[in-house]
């Protein structure tokens, strides 16, 4: 019964840390994004598609080697 008791709470630690991260990280994308489109007009739409057409020519240069 204790050692399930400990090992439940390392388990519950572990995703609390977890999900503590997991939130911090999304505000700060939040935030840049944010600042982005207030400072210089970018929208969340403009860096995905760079983030796409990156990827895409990533996978051309990896497909032509």
Do not use: C, E, R, Y
Request: no cysteine; hydrophobic share 55%.
């Amino acid at each position: 019964m204790i050692v399930t008791l400990i090992v439940a709470w390392i388990v519950f630690t572990i995703l609390w840390k977890l999900l503590k991260t997991t939130v911090s990280n999304a505000l700060t994308i939040a935030a840049i994004l944010v600042l982005l489109n207030i400072s210089f007009g970018i929208t969340p739409q403009d860096i995905w598609h760079q983030i796409t057409q990156f990827a895409q020519s990533l996978s051309q240069i990896q497909g032509s080697k």
